[in-house]
């Protein structure tokens, strides 16, 4: 998860994003409802200039939801509207390398492990690797 996003996160969070997201036609960011509850999110950014056939891929969902195959099911939906409604030849994700459980969805979603970006990010103050995913179309 990107430092730019809330930890805590509070009401207040919550409500900046929805206006944010509400805000873009097309959508490019989606709530995970289960039950009424708002319990993660998935988005997109979409690239610019040269970049603008791809976008990144990103997601979260409550720990609380962990393991219920959730995200298993939302990521694939979710890739086939971002190709649908969106000029994209290829998006992508950059899971940590520490977090298997996220390259795993990403493997069931059909997207392909492109190689292993070593030193990539700082957060929470180590350095970790991450890997690079990607479906193209």
Same mark, same amino acid.
């Given at each position: 998860?990107?430092?730019?996003?809330?930890?805590?996160?509070?009401?207040?969070?919550? +409500?900046?994003? &929805?206006?944010? *997201? &509400?805000? @873009?036609?097309?959508?490019?960011?989606?709530?995970?409802?289960? $039950? !009424?509850?708002?319990? $993660? %999110?998935?988005?997109?950014?979409? $690239?610019?200039?040269?970049?603008?056939?791809? *976008?990144?891929? %990103?997601?979260?969902?409550?720990?609380?939801?962990? $393991?219920? !195959?959730?995200?298993?099911?939302? @990521?694939?939906?979710?890739?086939?509207?971002?190709?649908? +409604?969106?000029?994209?030849?290829?998006?992508?994700?950059?899971?940590?390398?520490? +977090?298997?459980?996220?390259?795993? @969805?990403?493997?069931?979603? !059909?997207?392909?492990?492109?190689?292993?970006?070593? +030193?990539? @990010?700082?957060?929470?103050?180590?350095?970790?690797?991450?890997?690079?995913? *990607?479906?193209?179309?």
């Amino acid at each position: 998860m990107r430092d730019l996003f809330p930890h805590p996160y509070t009401i207040n969070d919550a +409500n900046e994003f &929805l206006q944010r *997201a &509400l805000s @873009v036609q097309p959508a490019t960011s989606f709530c995970i409802d289960i $039950g !009424g509850a708002a319990v $993660g %999110g998935i988005g997109i950014r979409l $690239g610019e200039d040269v970049h603008r056939h791809r *976008a990144e891929l %990103g997601y979260w969902l409550s720990e609380d939801f962990w $393991g219920h !195959g959730i995200t298993s099911e939302v @990521v694939p939906a979710f890739t086939d509207y971002c190709f649908a +409604n969106f000029e994209l030849h290829r998006i992508y994700a950059e899971p940590y390398a520490n +977090n298997p459980a996220s390259a795993r @969805v990403l493997e069931k979603a !059909g997207y392909l492990l492109e190689g292993r970006l070593k +030193n990539n @990010v700082l957060k929470d103050g180590q350095i970790l690797d991450s890997l690079l995913y *990607a479906k193209t179309k």
